[in-house]
Protein backbone atom coordinates (compact mmCIF):
# COMPACT_ATOMS: atom_id res chain seq x y z
CA UNK A 1 0.00 0.00 0.00
CA UNK A 2 2.78 2.43 1.07
CA UNK A 3 4.14 2.55 -2.96
CA UNK A 4 1.08 3.77 -4.06
CA UNK A 5 0.28 5.72 -1.52
CA UNK A 6 3.50 7.94 -3.01
CA UNK A 7 1.85 7.09 -6.26
CA UNK A 8 -1.32 9.13 -6.12
CA UNK A 9 0.88 11.47 -4.27
CA UNK A 10 2.71 12.40 -6.96
CA UNK A 11 -0.57 12.13 -9.08
CA UNK A 12 -2.11 14.69 -6.95
CA UNK A 13 0.85 17.07 -7.34
CA UNK A 14 0.97 16.49 -11.10
CA UNK A 15 -2.62 17.31 -11.38
CA UNK A 16 -2.09 20.39 -9.15
CA UNK A 17 0.85 21.24 -11.71
CA UNK A 18 -0.89 20.20 -14.49
CA UNK A 19 -4.12 22.97 -13.58
CA UNK A 20 -1.73 25.86 -13.00
CA UNK A 21 -0.32 25.32 -16.26
CA UNK A 22 -4.48 25.78 -17.54
CA UNK A 23 -5.00 22.32 -19.70
CA UNK A 24 -5.70 18.58 -18.63
CA UNK A 25 -7.16 15.97 -20.28
CA UNK A 26 -10.36 13.95 -18.88
CA UNK A 27 -10.20 9.64 -19.92
CA UNK A 28 -13.33 7.44 -20.25
CA UNK A 29 -12.11 3.95 -20.65
CA UNK A 30 -14.70 2.18 -20.94
CA UNK A 31 -15.86 -1.34 -23.08
CA UNK A 32 -17.46 0.25 -25.59
CA UNK A 33 -15.77 3.44 -25.67
CA UNK A 34 -13.31 5.66 -25.05
CA UNK A 35 -14.04 9.72 -24.57
CA UNK A 36 -11.95 12.01 -24.14
CA UNK A 37 -12.46 15.99 -23.11
CA UNK A 38 -9.90 18.41 -22.79
CA UNK A 39 -10.37 21.58 -19.87
CA UNK A 40 -9.44 24.54 -19.97
CA UNK A 41 -8.98 26.18 -16.22
CA UNK A 42 -8.83 29.92 -16.01
CA UNK A 43 -8.83 31.77 -13.02
CA UNK A 44 -11.34 34.32 -14.33
CA UNK A 45 -14.86 33.56 -14.53
CA UNK A 46 -15.51 34.86 -17.59
CA UNK A 47 -17.28 32.49 -19.10
CA UNK A 48 -20.00 32.55 -16.50
CA UNK A 49 -22.06 35.11 -18.07
CA UNK A 50 -22.29 33.89 -21.93
CA UNK A 51 -23.43 29.80 -21.02
CA UNK A 52 -26.10 30.70 -18.48
CA UNK A 53 -24.56 28.10 -15.77
CA UNK A 54 -24.13 29.25 -12.40
CA UNK A 55 -21.15 28.40 -10.73
CA UNK A 56 -22.45 25.13 -8.99
CA UNK A 57 -20.57 22.85 -8.12
CA UNK A 58 -17.76 24.55 -9.32
CA UNK A 59 -18.09 24.51 -12.65
CA UNK A 60 -17.15 28.01 -13.31
CA UNK A 61 -13.53 27.08 -12.66
CA UNK A 62 -13.13 25.38 -16.25
CA UNK A 63 -14.64 24.85 -19.40
CA UNK A 64 -14.32 22.41 -21.99
CA UNK A 65 -12.35 23.01 -25.01
CA UNK A 66 -12.24 19.69 -26.85
CA UNK A 67 -14.59 16.33 -27.14
CA UNK A 68 -13.87 13.32 -28.88
CA UNK A 69 -14.96 9.48 -28.66
CA UNK A 70 -14.45 6.62 -30.15
CA UNK A 71 -15.36 3.33 -30.32
CA UNK A 72 -13.45 0.94 -27.53
CA UNK A 73 -11.27 -1.54 -29.09
CA UNK A 74 -9.16 -3.85 -26.52
CA UNK A 75 -11.34 -3.67 -23.59
CA UNK A 76 -13.39 -6.00 -21.26
CA UNK A 77 -15.53 -6.05 -18.20
CA UNK A 78 -13.86 -2.19 -17.77
CA UNK A 79 -10.63 -4.09 -17.97
CA UNK A 80 -7.73 -3.94 -20.35
CA UNK A 81 -7.75 -7.08 -22.59
CA UNK A 82 -5.50 -6.48 -25.40
CA UNK A 83 -2.93 -3.66 -24.72
CA UNK A 84 -2.19 -2.18 -27.89
CA UNK A 85 -5.60 -2.13 -29.43
CA UNK A 86 -6.49 -0.07 -26.45
CA UNK A 87 -3.24 1.93 -26.41
CA UNK A 88 -4.88 3.05 -30.57
CA UNK A 89 -8.45 3.81 -29.45
CA UNK A 90 -6.75 6.29 -26.31
CA UNK A 91 -4.49 7.64 -29.06
CA UNK A 92 -7.26 8.40 -31.70
CA UNK A 93 -9.54 10.00 -29.21
CA UNK A 94 -6.98 12.00 -27.78
CA UNK A 95 -5.14 13.09 -31.09
CA UNK A 96 -9.26 14.18 -32.00
CA UNK A 97 -10.17 15.90 -29.13
CA UNK A 98 -6.58 17.64 -28.93
CA UNK A 99 -7.25 18.92 -32.50
CA UNK A 100 -10.78 20.01 -31.57
CA UNK A 101 -9.15 22.04 -28.62
CA UNK A 102 -6.69 23.65 -31.11
CA UNK A 103 -3.99 22.49 -28.00
CA UNK A 104 -1.39 20.10 -26.54
CA UNK A 105 -2.07 18.02 -23.77
CA UNK A 106 0.30 16.22 -21.53
CA UNK A 107 -1.29 15.40 -18.36
CA UNK A 108 -4.56 12.95 -18.02
CA UNK A 109 -6.78 12.11 -15.49
CA UNK A 110 -9.11 8.43 -15.81
CA UNK A 111 -11.89 6.70 -14.78
CA UNK A 112 -12.55 2.90 -15.22
CA UNK A 113 -15.21 0.36 -14.32
CA UNK A 114 -13.65 -2.87 -13.73
CA UNK A 115 -10.89 -4.25 -11.10
CA UNK A 116 -13.63 -5.85 -9.02
CA UNK A 117 -13.79 -2.79 -6.11
CA UNK A 118 -14.36 -3.74 -2.58
CA UNK A 119 -15.10 -1.38 -0.13
CA UNK A 120 -14.26 -1.01 3.31
CA UNK A 121 -15.44 1.14 6.18
CA UNK A 122 -12.42 2.54 8.72
CA UNK A 123 -12.65 4.34 12.02
CA UNK A 124 -10.13 6.01 14.03
CA UNK A 125 -9.79 8.22 16.77
CA UNK A 126 -7.10 10.68 18.11
CA UNK A 127 -6.37 12.94 21.08
CA UNK A 128 -5.43 15.83 20.50
CA UNK A 129 -2.80 17.62 22.37
CA UNK A 130 -3.46 21.46 21.48
CA UNK A 131 -7.54 21.78 21.61
CA UNK A 132 -7.26 23.67 17.58
CA UNK A 133 -7.61 20.87 15.29
CA UNK A 134 -4.54 21.36 12.78
CA UNK A 135 -3.85 19.51 9.93
CA UNK A 136 -1.53 17.19 11.35
CA UNK A 137 -4.32 16.16 13.83
CA UNK A 138 -6.10 15.34 10.88
CA UNK A 139 -3.81 13.32 9.56
CA UNK A 140 -3.16 11.42 12.79
CA UNK A 141 -6.27 10.49 13.16
CA UNK A 142 -6.55 9.25 9.83
CA UNK A 143 -3.34 7.45 10.65
CA UNK A 144 -5.01 6.23 13.33
CA UNK A 145 -7.85 4.13 11.23
CA UNK A 146 -7.52 0.18 11.18
CA UNK A 147 -6.34 -0.66 8.08
CA UNK A 148 -7.82 -3.70 6.42
CA UNK A 149 -6.14 -6.57 4.85
CA UNK A 150 -7.07 -6.00 1.96
CA UNK A 151 -5.67 -8.28 0.39
CA UNK A 152 -2.60 -9.74 -2.07
CA UNK A 153 -2.25 -7.88 -5.35
CA UNK A 154 -4.77 -5.36 -4.28
CA UNK A 155 -4.57 -1.21 -4.16
CA UNK A 156 -6.45 1.18 -2.59
CA UNK A 157 -7.82 3.46 -5.35
CA UNK A 158 -9.93 5.85 -3.13
CA UNK A 159 -9.45 6.38 0.97
CA UNK A 160 -11.65 9.44 1.69
CA UNK A 161 -12.71 10.91 5.00
CA UNK A 162 -16.58 10.95 5.25
CA UNK A 163 -17.34 12.01 8.41
CA UNK A 164 -15.50 13.47 11.42
CA UNK A 165 -16.68 13.42 15.05
CA UNK A 166 -15.24 16.17 17.12
CA UNK A 167 -15.58 14.91 20.84
CA UNK A 168 -19.86 14.24 20.89
CA UNK A 169 -20.34 16.32 17.89
CA UNK A 170 -20.51 13.60 15.13
CA UNK A 171 -21.30 15.08 11.18
CA UNK A 172 -18.47 17.48 10.70
CA UNK A 173 -17.18 17.71 7.23
CA UNK A 174 -13.66 19.20 7.86
CA UNK A 175 -13.02 19.46 11.87
CA UNK A 176 -9.92 21.83 10.83
CA UNK A 177 -9.86 25.17 13.54
CA UNK A 178 -12.59 23.68 15.25
CA UNK A 179 -11.74 23.56 19.23
CA UNK A 180 -12.52 20.09 21.14
CA UNK A 181 -10.25 17.16 22.75
CA UNK A 182 -11.16 13.52 21.22
CA UNK A 183 -10.92 13.89 17.38
CA UNK A 184 -12.72 11.14 15.50
CA UNK A 185 -13.00 10.10 11.97
CA UNK A 186 -14.96 7.66 9.44
CA UNK A 187 -12.86 6.79 6.19
CA UNK A 188 -13.94 4.75 3.31
CA UNK A 189 -11.42 2.81 1.46
CA UNK A 190 -11.79 1.37 -1.76
CA UNK A 191 -9.53 -1.25 -2.64
CA UNK A 192 -9.22 -2.92 -6.70
CA UNK A 193 -7.27 -5.41 -8.45
CA UNK A 194 -3.64 -3.89 -8.62
CA UNK A 195 -2.84 -5.17 -11.97
CA UNK A 196 -5.62 -3.92 -13.66
CA UNK A 197 -4.34 -0.34 -12.38
CA UNK A 198 -1.44 -0.97 -13.48
CA UNK A 199 -2.18 -1.95 -16.83
CA UNK A 200 -4.09 1.41 -17.27
CA UNK A 201 -1.20 3.23 -15.99
CA UNK A 202 1.10 1.62 -18.48
CA UNK A 203 -1.40 1.91 -21.43
CA UNK A 204 -1.56 5.90 -20.73
CA UNK A 205 1.98 6.62 -20.44
CA UNK A 206 2.36 4.56 -24.00
CA UNK A 207 0.34 6.91 -25.38
CA UNK A 208 2.94 9.59 -24.40
CA UNK A 209 0.66 11.00 -21.46
CA UNK A 210 1.25 11.61 -18.01
CA UNK A 211 -1.27 10.24 -15.49
CA UNK A 212 -2.88 12.94 -12.79
CA UNK A 213 -5.04 10.84 -11.00
CA UNK A 214 -7.16 7.88 -11.50
CA UNK A 215 -10.29 7.46 -10.32
CA UNK A 216 -13.30 4.36 -9.97
CA UNK A 217 -16.19 4.93 -12.50
CA UNK A 218 -19.18 4.65 -10.33
CA UNK A 219 -17.94 6.97 -8.06
CA UNK A 220 -17.41 9.74 -11.22
CA UNK A 221 -21.01 8.92 -12.35
CA UNK A 222 -22.44 9.41 -8.60
CA UNK A 223 -20.63 13.01 -8.67
CA UNK A 224 -22.17 14.04 -12.01
CA UNK A 225 -25.93 12.11 -11.78
CA UNK A 226 -26.90 12.38 -8.66
CA UNK A 227 -28.40 15.77 -7.74
CA UNK A 228 -27.01 17.44 -4.29
CA UNK A 229 -29.66 16.59 -1.87
CA UNK A 230 -29.74 13.39 -2.84
CA UNK A 231 -25.77 13.33 -2.58
CA UNK A 232 -26.56 14.61 1.11
CA UNK A 233 -29.56 12.38 1.96
CA UNK A 234 -28.66 9.29 0.72
CA UNK A 235 -28.65 8.06 -2.97
CA UNK A 236 -27.40 4.96 -4.90
CA UNK A 237 -26.03 5.51 -8.79
CA UNK A 238 -26.06 2.52 -10.80
CA UNK A 239 -23.76 3.36 -13.76
CA UNK A 240 -25.16 1.17 -16.44
CA UNK A 241 -21.56 0.82 -19.12
CA UNK A 242 -20.99 -1.89 -22.06
CA UNK A 243 -18.96 -4.21 -20.60
CA UNK A 244 -19.99 -3.41 -16.36
CA UNK A 245 -22.27 -1.81 -13.94
CA UNK A 246 -20.61 0.08 -11.25
CA UNK A 247 -22.84 1.27 -8.27
CA UNK A 248 -21.87 3.78 -5.89
CA UNK A 249 -23.55 4.74 -2.88
CA UNK A 250 -23.58 8.44 -1.24
CA UNK A 251 -24.60 9.96 1.92
CA UNK A 252 -23.47 13.39 3.00
CA UNK A 253 -21.85 14.08 -0.07
CA UNK A 254 -19.34 11.21 0.31
CA UNK A 255 -19.41 7.94 -1.27
CA UNK A 256 -19.87 5.83 1.00
CA UNK A 257 -19.73 2.34 -0.61
CA UNK A 258 -18.47 1.07 -4.49
CA UNK A 259 -18.84 -2.13 -6.20
CA UNK A 260 -19.39 -3.43 -9.69
CA UNK A 261 -21.39 -6.10 -11.70
CA UNK A 262 -19.13 -7.96 -14.39
CA UNK A 263 -22.58 -7.27 -17.17
CA UNK A 264 -23.63 -4.85 -19.21
CA UNK A 265 -25.18 -3.54 -22.31
CA UNK A 266 -22.47 -5.32 -24.41
CA UNK A 267 -23.87 -8.64 -22.92
CA UNK A 268 -27.40 -7.81 -23.99
CA UNK A 269 -25.87 -6.93 -27.77
CA UNK A 270 -24.44 -10.62 -27.45
CA UNK A 271 -27.80 -12.14 -26.56
CA UNK A 272 -29.84 -10.78 -29.59
CA UNK A 273 -26.63 -11.49 -32.04
CA UNK A 274 -27.19 -15.42 -30.67
CA UNK A 275 -30.97 -15.24 -30.39
CA UNK A 276 -31.38 -13.95 -33.94
CA UNK A 277 -28.40 -15.06 -35.59
CA UNK A 278 -27.13 -11.89 -36.39
CA UNK A 279 -23.63 -10.39 -36.22
CA UNK A 280 -22.47 -7.82 -33.61
CA UNK A 281 -22.97 -5.00 -35.35
CA UNK A 282 -26.47 -5.85 -36.79
CA UNK A 283 -27.76 -6.76 -32.90
CA UNK A 284 -26.26 -3.30 -31.79
CA UNK A 285 -28.33 -1.12 -34.26
CA UNK A 286 -31.80 -3.37 -33.72
CA UNK A 287 -31.22 -2.81 -30.08
CA UNK A 288 -30.83 1.05 -29.81
CA UNK A 289 -33.43 1.00 -32.46
CA UNK A 290 -36.04 -1.02 -31.67
CA UNK A 291 -35.25 -2.45 -28.05
CA UNK A 292 -37.12 -2.33 -25.33
CA UNK A 293 -38.40 -4.13 -22.05
CA UNK A 294 -42.13 -4.36 -22.07
CA UNK A 295 -43.87 -5.93 -24.49
CA UNK A 296 -47.71 -4.50 -25.43
CA UNK A 297 -50.25 -6.56 -28.14
CA UNK A 298 -49.42 -3.80 -30.66
CA UNK A 299 -45.62 -4.73 -30.29
CA UNK A 300 -46.48 -8.44 -31.86
CA UNK A 301 -47.43 -6.81 -34.92
CA UNK A 302 -44.60 -4.79 -35.38
CA UNK A 303 -42.11 -6.83 -37.74
CA UNK A 304 -38.26 -5.21 -37.83
CA UNK A 305 -36.48 -6.19 -40.87
CA UNK A 306 -33.21 -7.86 -39.59
CA UNK A 307 -31.35 -7.08 -43.06
CA UNK A 308 -27.93 -8.08 -43.84
CA UNK A 309 -25.19 -9.07 -46.52
CA UNK A 310 -24.45 -12.68 -45.94
CA UNK A 311 -26.03 -13.71 -49.43
CA UNK A 312 -28.36 -15.86 -48.90
CA UNK A 313 -31.85 -14.22 -49.94
CA UNK A 314 -34.02 -15.91 -47.23
CA UNK A 315 -31.68 -15.32 -44.89
CA UNK A 316 -31.28 -11.60 -45.50
CA UNK A 317 -34.92 -10.69 -45.68
CA UNK A 318 -36.05 -12.01 -42.26
CA UNK A 319 -38.22 -10.25 -40.50
CA UNK A 320 -38.75 -10.74 -36.35
CA UNK A 321 -41.82 -9.32 -34.15
CA UNK A 322 -40.73 -6.60 -31.52
CA UNK A 323 -41.89 -8.95 -28.95
CA UNK A 324 -39.68 -11.83 -29.92
CA UNK A 325 -36.40 -9.16 -29.42
CA UNK A 326 -37.93 -7.43 -26.22
CA UNK A 327 -38.35 -11.74 -25.28
CA UNK A 328 -34.44 -11.95 -26.09
CA UNK A 329 -33.54 -8.99 -24.37
CA UNK A 330 -35.81 -8.37 -20.75
CA UNK A 331 -34.10 -11.65 -18.70
CA UNK A 332 -30.67 -9.85 -19.37
CA UNK A 333 -31.74 -6.61 -18.00
CA UNK A 334 -33.32 -8.33 -15.20
CA UNK A 335 -30.34 -9.86 -14.63
CA UNK A 336 -28.47 -7.19 -14.44
CA UNK A 337 -30.63 -5.09 -12.15
CA UNK A 338 -31.06 -8.04 -9.47
CA UNK A 339 -27.52 -8.38 -9.44
CA UNK A 340 -27.36 -4.43 -8.49
CA UNK A 341 -30.05 -5.17 -6.07
CA UNK A 342 -28.12 -7.74 -4.35
CA UNK A 343 -24.63 -5.60 -4.28
CA UNK A 344 -27.11 -2.69 -2.73
CA UNK A 345 -28.75 -5.56 -0.01
CA UNK A 346 -25.40 -6.84 1.17
CA UNK A 347 -24.01 -3.11 1.53
CA UNK A 348 -27.26 -2.05 4.02
CA UNK A 349 -29.10 0.16 1.07
CA UNK A 350 -32.37 -0.09 2.77
CA UNK A 351 -30.49 1.83 6.45
CA UNK A 352 -30.18 4.67 4.63
CA UNK A 353 -32.70 7.70 5.23
CA UNK A 354 -33.69 8.00 1.33
CA UNK A 355 -33.42 5.31 -0.72
CA UNK A 356 -33.73 6.86 -4.24
CA UNK A 357 -31.85 5.15 -7.21
CA UNK A 358 -30.56 6.63 -10.07
CA UNK A 359 -29.43 4.61 -13.45
CA UNK A 360 -27.37 5.99 -15.76
CA UNK A 361 -24.58 4.73 -18.16
CA UNK A 362 -25.65 4.18 -22.00
CA UNK A 363 -27.04 1.02 -20.91
CA UNK A 364 -29.41 2.78 -19.44
CA UNK A 365 -31.46 4.41 -22.31
CA UNK A 366 -33.17 1.12 -23.05
CA UNK A 367 -36.69 2.19 -23.32
CA UNK A 368 -38.89 1.13 -20.40
CA UNK A 369 -35.91 0.25 -18.17
CA UNK A 370 -36.79 2.86 -15.26
CA UNK A 371 -40.63 1.23 -14.88
CA UNK A 372 -38.67 -2.43 -14.66
CA UNK A 373 -36.22 -1.58 -12.43
CA UNK A 374 -38.13 -0.01 -10.10
CA UNK A 375 -40.04 -2.60 -9.64
CA UNK A 376 -36.82 -4.64 -9.29
CA UNK A 377 -34.85 -2.31 -7.25
CA UNK A 378 -37.40 -0.27 -5.16
CA UNK A 379 -39.88 2.20 -5.77
CA UNK A 380 -37.35 5.14 -5.86
CA UNK A 381 -36.01 5.14 -9.54
CA UNK A 382 -35.24 7.90 -11.85
CA UNK A 383 -33.13 8.42 -15.07
CA UNK A 384 -30.10 10.59 -15.21
CA UNK A 385 -28.36 12.61 -17.03
CA UNK A 386 -24.75 14.44 -16.13
CA UNK A 387 -24.68 18.18 -14.44
CA UNK A 388 -24.13 20.56 -17.36
CA UNK A 389 -20.65 22.00 -17.73
CA UNK A 390 -19.46 24.86 -19.77
CA UNK A 391 -18.66 24.09 -23.63
CA UNK A 392 -19.57 20.50 -23.10
CA UNK A 393 -21.07 19.40 -26.78
CA UNK A 394 -24.45 18.59 -27.19
CA UNK A 395 -23.65 15.12 -27.84
CA UNK A 396 -21.86 14.88 -24.87
CA UNK A 397 -24.45 15.52 -22.25
CA UNK A 398 -26.62 12.06 -22.66
CA UNK A 399 -26.29 9.81 -20.03
CA UNK A 400 -23.76 7.65 -21.67
CA UNK A 401 -21.20 10.74 -20.81
CA UNK A 402 -21.78 10.31 -16.97
CA UNK A 403 -18.82 8.89 -15.83
CA UNK A 404 -17.02 11.50 -18.37
CA UNK A 405 -18.72 14.48 -17.13
CA UNK A 406 -18.00 13.59 -13.24
CA UNK A 407 -14.48 12.82 -14.43
CA UNK A 408 -14.27 16.39 -14.75
CA UNK A 409 -15.57 17.71 -11.66
CA UNK A 410 -13.10 15.38 -9.94
CA UNK A 411 -10.18 16.91 -11.96
CA UNK A 412 -11.59 20.47 -10.99
CA UNK A 413 -12.52 19.80 -7.49
CA UNK A 414 -10.90 16.00 -5.83
CA UNK A 415 -12.28 15.48 -2.65
CA UNK A 416 -9.80 15.24 0.43
CA UNK A 417 -8.40 11.58 0.41
CA UNK A 418 -5.67 9.77 2.46
CA UNK A 419 -2.49 10.72 0.35
CA UNK A 420 -3.57 14.58 0.54
CA UNK A 421 -2.23 14.82 4.23
CA UNK A 422 1.25 14.30 5.51
CA UNK A 423 0.55 10.74 7.37
CA UNK A 424 3.24 9.02 9.71
CA UNK A 425 5.10 6.48 7.84
CA UNK A 426 4.86 3.38 9.90
CA UNK A 427 0.95 3.72 10.24
CA UNK A 428 0.46 1.49 6.60
CA UNK A 429 0.29 -2.00 8.25
CA UNK A 430 -2.54 -4.28 7.32
CA UNK A 431 -4.55 -4.53 10.50
CA UNK A 432 -8.29 -5.85 10.90
CA UNK A 433 -10.70 -6.30 8.52
CA UNK A 434 -14.29 -4.40 8.97
CA UNK A 435 -16.55 -4.34 5.74
CA UNK A 436 -18.93 -1.63 4.70
CA UNK A 437 -22.08 -3.44 5.48
CA UNK A 438 -21.67 -2.75 9.62
CA UNK A 439 -20.09 0.36 9.43
CA UNK A 440 -23.36 1.61 7.94
CA UNK A 441 -25.21 0.35 10.73
CA UNK A 442 -23.05 1.75 13.41
CA UNK A 443 -22.68 5.01 11.81
CA UNK A 444 -25.45 6.09 9.71
Known amino acids: MTDLYETQRAMRNMRRAAIQRGVIAVLDIGSSKVACLILRFDGDRQFRETDGVGPMAGQASFRVIGAATTRSRGVRFGEIAVMNETER ?24 SGAEPRSYGLAGEWELHDSVVTEQDVARVMAACEVPDIGQGRDALHAQPVNFALDHRSGLGDPRGQIGNRLSCDLHLLSVDATVVQNIIYCINRCDLEIAGLASSAY ?5 SLVEDEQELGAACVDMGGGATGISVFMKKHMIYADSVRMGGDHVTSDISKGLQVPLSTAERIKTKFGGVHATGMD ?7 GGDSGDWEKDRRRVSRTELIGIMRPRVEEI ?50 LRVQGLPQAATG ?29 YPARSLRRALKWFKDNW
Do not use: Y
Open 89 to 112: AIRTAVQSAQKMANVRVDHCIACF
Open 220 to 224: VSGIS
Open 300 to 306: DREMIEI
Open 337 to 386: LEEARARLDAAGFEHLPSQQIVLTGGASQIPGLDGLAARILGQRVRLGRP
Open 399 to 427: PAFSSAVGLCLFAAHPQDEWWDFDIPAER
